[in-house]
């Protein structure tokens, strides 16, 4: 089956400063990777996603690249922000059938 | 995005007793819907998916006569953890997919369930 893995375990930056967190998969298959970002107590929440014809997408200070043939992908935050800590997770599905979550990526915006 | 709504958020019950979580699509029907289970700074773990009037799949290691799910209508789906015990006490979360959006997954809120 589908292996995601996800690093850093956790990542401290500056307010202001940049964050990149890289998820690999392993199967081919997968065509669709989101990410979410889940608060304290909270669920996990849809802020950013990509299919595999696409490399990369961007909405504001959130991007996610895709590289196919090395099967990685990335989150890139742009000027963080305090409210950006959080835990945030990649995943990978085929069409939607069965999503496979990375470890997670505790991220502290320091002020 | 779609709306997941999960109820209750957070749950006291006493050893040997059964608790109810439902899980609603409030904007959309959704076609498949998964339960989780989290521990304090894991990831998500998937108990089981389940299909609108069909039995839910149980992954390996998910007792499925202590974890009813039920998923009656598009829009609705339910946890029971029965019998629950100390052990049981975890954070619980529902998720809905939906196909004519892309085959995105929605989130409900969690439910912490803490048994003692």
């Known amino acids: 089956g589908e292996n995601v893995e996800q690093h850093p375990s956790t990542l401290s930056v500056q307010e202001g400063d940049s964050a990149v967190i890289k998820c690999t998969y392993s199967d081919s298959a997968s065509n669709y990777f989101p990410w979410y970002k889940q608060e304290l107590g909270k669920g996990p929440q849809l802020i950013i996603d990509i299919r595999s014809n696409v490399g990369e997408k961007k909405d504001q200070r959130i991007a996610v690249t895709l590289n196919k043939t090395a099967k990685h992908f990335s989150l890139h935050i742009t000027e963080t922000q305090p409210e950006d800590s959080a835990v945030y997770f990649c995943a990978a599905s085929i069409s939607g059938n069965q999503f496979y979550f990375g470890t997670g990526t505790s991220l502290t915006v320091i002020p | 995005g779609a709306v997941v709504s999960q109820h209750p958020s957070r749950v006291i019950c006493k050893s040997g007793t059964s608790v109810k979580i439902e899980c609603r699509s409030l904007?959309?029907?959704?076609?498949?819907m998964f339960w989780y289970r989290q521990f304090p700074k894991q990831s998500l773990m998937l108990m089981a998916t389940s299909n609108e009037g069909s039995k839910a799949t149980y992954e390996q290691g998910v007792e499925k006569d202590k974890f009813l799910i039920n998923h009656a209508s598009l829009t609705l789906s339910t946890l029971t953890v029965t019998s629950a015990h100390p052990e049981d006490s975890s954070f619980y979360i529902c998720?809905?997919?939906?196909?004519?959006?892309?085959?995105?997954?929605?989130f409900g809120s969690g439910t912490q369930l803490s048994v003692l």
């Open positions: 998720s809905a997919s939906v196909g004519g959006l892309g085959e995105k997954l929605f």
């Open positions: 904007d959309f029907q959704a076609t498949t």
